[in-house]
């Protein structure tokens, strides 16, 4: 049993109702939430203090052209909000904007985070082409997390709930929509509300079927993916089509370097260098930067990688982006026993820890046995 | 007028701290070494300083001093005579210099090459002139006197001129105004060894096996046998002291040998380890928990009341494994083992009896030079000082605080500071002009013509895309050539300058200082092996050429983009806020307030003296309450010593050198705010109260120790059988650490008590009787105090509170009842209930036991030793814990961390403005790129770096950056950057490397 609220009805309403209900309390003001723009017909996330913004608003968005973590880095990173404001959000952009908080770049007391089953998002460039049918169908699939033709990374997702928000929403294998805090501040805002009532925690065999999907794309993943990118001159084929328009990190939430390395100066190479690497190699590919900008991104943010599929989203060219940082995220995370988003502790870049340095402590001939 | 320079005689760690901190103080120093070489006489440290080589960051302190010219050392000295008073003494020393002078030497081995000798010896041939030890990273050359048949080739082909043959004896006249002795180490002989057939192939000294490990760390190889080379599975490990009266033991003894079973157990967990002691004695941080975890690693424990061990051939080559023989609980067991580690204890200074007359100093009963008590080695001669194990067996941090202690008070005998480094040559602005590359290839005087086709490659380099100036020169390590070289670089007019030439590491701060001398600043500089990265790595000549270029075009791309920036100096702040009113607190601002330091003493209390009032005497019979009140006396006698009583730290802002506090006394409502540079912990702790346990609390029969003493001293007791028991409350799983005191305390009382004639029992797990402390124990067993040993997991029980009566079962197995009337127990100290809040309030660390984070935290000493020898005093934030708040220890050790702390802030707190320890080297912010993340605050090892909170940026307290780099690595768009790293250097750099 847990503390929360229960709704009937669709999910996006009750979600709707829940954060104009959280909007009444003395401590909050506003909220962060997707809206669909009609003129465009795509999504934005919207910062309210109106209830009929809320109203009018989309919680459970069919794509994600920008990571909602952006938005709250963007909101709170010079200063924290003078009071929170509800955030409704995917797990992922959760996962993210706990991730930025770790380094200062989101303020997460500002925000109180709602979040909910997701089933993923389909990908901006295919949505747009067909706005109506998919949003028609991404509504059918929604209860039962099953809509297809979404992001490759979402179909992979195994961490699809809401449970790291405050406020997590289910609904997915169940017939009403429960609401549950989860999170000390959200037992008080609850209980402050006087809406605080004992919930049942939803059995997790609800959701075992899709849980088992995603593992088995994951591990397909795994596998298949894997093996497109197994050598450096694989690697270099997949990556033939990268433009080096940095697109992927510009819309990254984790890349939240005010200038991106691969940007400045310091790959400002003088003409008799390329001359040297040319002459060296053979032959120079142009743009010349582009596998070391992808290795040097997936050194410094693989770690924090919530494997959200916003960079594949954006790239022009169809580069499988969010597959090759998410198989590699995977491995560097496995080296730290370490989930972005919902451990707790820092960041292991963050972390020393004696034992980490026991490999350089052995001998060379040891080390090479 | 007083003189003002300082003579250290001897080389153990203490005196070469002393004399690093004189000459940070601003004093020279002369350093005496008996041997012909940096590490003859062996330093209790094995892993410390190795031949001069600090292995916290590389510096060579010696080196380094000697090049400042704070400090001389003369080689195989000897001090013929002493003359004069504390201030002016003349001291007149026989001396003679190394064959070859370490300063010149570019070693290049010529020498070796000319030599016609050959010798045979048993590890292979060598030439009668020879490179000492193989491993070392200063390559000492050494004369085999037996074979030299002082033809003087080497002298002939030494290109700088550095080596003679013969070098005279010299008589020297110093004159000196203080007299540190800082004799070293000695290990016991293979003759004090016999007992455990040391002569045996076999059985090998703990010390033999870490000098043999020092560069390769502690590996499963290390382990291989001297017979037969084979990995050694079944050993053993014996604290030798403890069953060898030759030998004196220290408190590191037990450690060592705990750290070391355990460390073969975690390299090679099959094998088996018995490790042999009587008593545990680690009482350092964290000793005991290293003791737990031997013992949970697999290591069995062997208490055995003797041990010895048998060789049937105790000769060299004997394939015979050694046998150890040992008596456990009163029965003879015998035990064969493929490697025996004896961890030795130290014996008396063999030149004892000659310092004494030359220095009137005086040996005490066991031959080690007495110091009077509550002092840094103060002898009975005034301005004489005996520091380190020269006055008795001591562990590694003790030894490194007495030469902070010492180089503090001995500046009480000293002149005016004789001792400033000089100031760099003038620097031209070179801004604005356009790029000129010059490329200086050393020749080192010719050597390098042999293997390289130097014209080829000033050819090649010359058509470098930036290069303005190609040149060969002779060398850049000795004055001339240094000079000649700066004349060159100006005369050739380019604003950057490639310097290919040996070896950086040891020459680094020379070829500095040759750029600065052409006006340029190092920073527009880069420096390149020729001989460590390509002559002496490769053989084929055309791949030596190949790798030359691509080395000096790497360089001539960095300096390219290179920009001169001067060192940043950051201001200090001038105060100390001494935090605590008790003896280490009090001592703290005694020393710094006598040396002209302007000190507020906090004391939370109304009285000062802390828990230093409960006490009379210690063991030695040394009368503590009169010296508490003099200090108490000098302290609130002093100018510079403001007192608050009643107040307390509220709040902390700052960084070290920069600390703006704020103390409240809440009774008064008074609230005062101060400005430091240095805070010093001295907060105390307390007693453990063992409320409940054996009654205490419930009749007065029962006591802790410390009440104990107050009713003797009091005339109290008249009880005629009294029982102790040690370890109440201490070394479990609430609080796993000894407290170093209780024993000695109980001792002391026991002897009080047996010498009234009451009957005396102590029971006890493990009795720690460190350094003479054991001669006490020996004097109770004669004044008929009982000894009773009982088991950790079955403490003594109380069977009747009336009349007392007390059950135990020894470790024999056998069950006692004991009758009392009396019953003391021997509580821990524990931690301060308040150090937790101050903890954050200071965003300064405990330790896992809960007192304060320290230098001497690391344990065992080769961790201990990284932190303790950092390269300045500021790493630890500028926060410094002294006494009980430190971790338990006596009055006397109490006032020895005050007297280190006062040292180390003696070196920074006067100085109004800190460059960074590697001048213009420093790590920056390019501020338009930070976004405030504070990845480089966390990972900054000297706490350089911290928020700016308005800004969002990281800034950079420069005074603290060792210009480590670990802020460049941990940030991802090189917001942090190293000034001699940045990353438009950096990878072009990478490129034409790559050629």
């Known amino acids: ?369 | 007028m007083a003189e003002s320079t300082v003579l250290v005689y001897g080389t153990n760690l203490a005196g070469y701290r002393a004399a690093y901190t004189l000459a940070k103080m601003g004093y020279k120093t002369v350093l005496l070494n008996r041997g012909s070489y940096v590490d003859q006489f062996k330093n209790q440290a094995l892993a410390q300083l190795p031949l001069d080589f600090c292995w916290a960051c590389g510096h060579m302190p010696q080196r380094l001093f000697i090049g400042l010219g704070a400090l001389q050392v003369f080689y195989n000295a000897e001090v013929l005579s002493v003359e004069g008073e504390p201030g002016n003494f003349t001291v007149k020393v026989r001396k003679r210099d190394q064959y070859v002078n370490n300063l010149a030497c570019t070693e290049c081995e010529a020498c070796i090459r000319a030599c016609p000798i050959e010798v045979e010896t048993e590890n292979g041939k060598r030439k009668a002139i020879y490179v000492i030890p193989e491993i070392a990273w200063e390559n000492i050359f050494m004369i085999d006197e037996e074979h030299c048949t002082k033809c003087k080739k080497c002298e002939e082909v030494c290109p700088t001129k550095c080596l003679a043959v013969e070098r005279p004896t010299e008589e020297v006249e110093l004159k000196v105004g203080a007299i540190i002795l800082a004799l070293e180490y000695e290990e016991p002989t293979e003759e004090d060894l016999e007992k455990f057939a040391y002569s045996h192939p076999n059985v090998v000294k703990n010390s033999d096996l870490a000098r043999r490990s020092l560069l390769t760390n502690f590996v499963k190889n290390s382990l291989a046998r001297p017979s037969d080379g084979k990995i050694a599975k079944k050993i053993a490990v014996i604290a030798t002291p403890q069953y060898n009266d030759r030998e004196f033991e220290s408190y590191n003894t037990t450690v060592s040998a705990v750290y070391r079973a355990y460390k073969i157990k975690e390299i090679y967990p099959e094998a088996e380890v018995v490790l042999f002691m009587r008593d545990f004695r680690g009482y350092g941080k964290g000793h005991y928990r290293w003791f737990e975890r031997a013992l949970e690693k697999g290591v069995r424990l062997v208490r055995a009341e003797d041990v010895r061990v048998k060789a049937s051939e105790a000769k060299k080559r004997s394939k015979d494994n050694p046998v150890v023989v040992y008596s456990e609980k009163g029965k003879e067991n015998e035990e064969s083992f493929e490697l025996v580690i004896l961890v030795t204890g130290q014996k008396a200074p063999s030149g004892m009896e000659k310092i004494a007359k030359v220095f009137g100093v005086e040996a005490d009963e066991h031959g080690f030079c007495r110091v009077k008590p509550f002092t840094a080695g103060e002898t009975n001669v005034d301005g004489v000082y005996a520091i380190g194990e020269f006055t008795g067996p001591k562990g590694n941090p003790e030894i490194v605080w007495e030469g902070y202690g010492a180089a503090t008070e001995i500046r009480r005998f000293l002149g005016d500071k004789n001792f400033a480094p000089s100031p760099p040559p003038p620097l031209r602005n070179v801004s604005g002009e356009p790029v000129k590359v010059g490329v200086f290839i050393c020749s080192c005087f010719g050597e390098f013509n042999r293997f390289l086709d130097l014209e080829a490659l000033k050819e090649k380099v010359a058509k470098i895309p930036g290069v303005a100036h190609v040149e060969i020169i002779k060398g850049c390590c000795t004055p001339p050539t240094m000079k000649d070289t700066a004349e060159k670089i100006k005369a050739s007019g380019v604003n950057r300058v490639v310097l290919a030439v040996c070896t950086p590491l040891q020459k680094l701060l020379k070829y500095r200082r040759t750029v600065m001398m052409a006006g340029l600043n190092p920073l527009l500089s880069e420096f390149l092996r020729l001989r460590e990265d390509v002559i002496r790595v490769h053989e084929d000549k055309d791949k030596m050429l190949e790798k030359a270029y691509a080395l000096i075009y790497g360089g001539v791309e960095k300096v390219k983009r290179a920009v001169a920036e001067p060192p940043p100096a950051g201001k200090i702040k001038s105060g100390v806020i001494v935090l605590g009113g008790g003896a280490a607190g009090l001592e703290t601002a005694r020393l710094l307030a006598e040396r002209g330091v302007q000190v507020y003493l906090v004391e939370k209390g109304k009285e000062l003296g802390g828990l230093a009032r409960n006490l009379t005497k210690d063991l030695e019979g040394d009368d503590i309450k009169s010296h508490l009140e003099s200090l108490v006396k000098a302290v609130e006698e002093n100018e510079r010593i403001k007192v608050f009583k009643g107040y307390e730290l509220v709040e902390l802002e700052g960084t070290a050198g920069r600390y703006f506090g704020m103390i409240e006394n809440k009774e008064e409502g008074q609230s005062v705010a101060l400005e430091a540079g240095a805070i010093v912990l001295a907060t105390g702790a307390q007693e453990f109260k063992p409320d409940g346990l054996y009654g205490y609390g419930e009749t007065d029969r029962v006591m802790t120790q410390s009440e104990l003493e107050r009713a003797i001293a009091e005339g109290k007791v008249n009880a005629k059988k009294v029982v102790m028991i040690q370890c109440v409350g201490s070394r479990n799983k609430a609080r796993p650490y000894c407290s170093r005191v209780c024993c000695s305390h109980a001792l002391k009382n026991a002897i009080d008590l047996a010498e009234k004639g009451a009957e005396v029992t102590i029971l006890y797990r493990d009795l720690n009787t460190y350094g003479f402390k054991e001669d006490y124990r020996k004097i109770a067993e004669e004044k008929g105090v009982k000894f009773i040993r009982f088991d950790g997991s079955n403490y003594p029980k109380l069977v009747s509170k009336d009349p007392l009566k007390i059950e135990v079962e020894t470790t024999e197995g056998e069950k006692l009842e004991l009758e009392a009337d009396l019953l003391a127990l021997s509580v821990g100290i524990v931690p301060n209930p308040d150090n937790k809040k101050l903890s954050e309030l200071l965003k300064f660390n405990l330790d896992p036991d809960g007192f304060f984070d320290s230098d001497a935290n690391a344990c065992p000493f080769e961790e201990a030793i990284k932190r303790l020898m950092k390269p300045f005093e500021l790493s630890t934030k500028g926060i410094f814990a002294v006494g009980l708040a430190h971790s338990p220890r006596s009055y006397t050790e109490a006032l020895l961390t005050a007297k280190d702390a006062a040292g180390k802030i003696l070196t920074f707190i006067t100085k109004p403005q800190l460059p960074p320890p590697n001048a213009m080297y420093v790590s920056a912010v390019r501020e338009s790129k930070c976004t405030g993340c504070g990845m480089c605050v966390t990972v900054c090892p000297y706490y350089a770096r911290s928020i700016d909170e308005e800004r969002k940026i990281a800034v950079v307290t420069p005074y603290l950056c060792d210009s480590c780099g670990a802020c460049l690595v941990a940030c991802p768009s090189e917001a942090a950057y190293l000034r001699d790293a940045r990353g438009e250097m950096m990878i072009p750099y990478i490129d034409a490397l790559l050629v």
């Open chain 1, 1 to 369: 049993m847990a503390l929360g609220v229960i709704y009937t009805g669709e999910p996006e309403a009750a979600i709707k109702d829940f954060v104009k209900l959280l909007m009444k309390h003395k401590d909050i003001q506003g909220a962060v939430i997707p809206v669909k723009m009609e003129r465009e017909g795509s999504y934005a996330f919207v910062f309210t203090k109106s209830p009929e913004v809320v109203d009018k608003s989309s919680p459970i968005a069919p794509v994600m052209p920008v990571q909602g973590a952006r938005v709250l880095s963007k909101l709170t990173k010079r200063k924290p909000l003078t009071k929170p404001a509800v955030a409704v959000l995917k797990p992922c952009e959760v996962r993210a904007a706990r991730e930025l908080s770790k380094i200062n770049q989101v303020c997460m007391e500002s925000f109180i985070t709602v979040s909910f089953d997701c089933p993923g998002v389909y990908p901006t460039k295919s949505f747009l082409k067909n706005a109506d049918a998919l949003e028609e169908e991404f509504k059918k699939g929604l209860k039962g997390l099953s809509v297809s033709g979404v992001r490759p990374l979402c179909e992979s997702c195994t961490y699809f709930t809401g449970e790291f928000a405050d406020f997590e929403v289910q609904f997915a294998g169940i017939n009403e929509v429960r609401i549950i805090a989860r999170s000390q501040r959200a037992e008080a805002i609850l209980k402050g509300l006087g809406k605080a009532e004992e919930v049942e925690e939803r059995d997790k065999k609800a959701i075992e079927a899709v849980l088992e999907a995603r593992k088995k794309a994951k591990e397909a993943l795994k596998t298949e993916f894997a093996e497109k990118v197994s050598t450096p001159e694989k690697l270099l084929s997949v990556l033939s089509s990268c433009i080096n328009c940095h697109n992927c990190r510009s819309v990254c939430p984790i890349c939240f370097c005010r200038e991106c390395f691969f940007d400045s100066d310091s790959l400002k190479t003088p003409p008799h260098l390329y001359l040297e690497r040319a002459s060296r190699k053979g032959g120079l590919r142009f743009m010349p930067d582009t596998l070391l900008f992808h290795l040097g991104r997936m050194n410094h943010m693989s770690l924090s990688c919530v494997s959200c599929g916003t960079c594949e989203d954006a790239c022009p060219n169809m580069v499988p982006v969010s597959r090759l940082f998410a198989l590699v995220s995977e491995r560097t995370r496995a080296i730290f026993d370490y989930v972005p988003g919902i451990d707790d502790r820092p960041s292991p870049f963050l972390e020393y820890r004696e034992e980490e340095l026991e490999e350089y402590e052995m001998p060379y001939y040891e080390a090479r046995s």
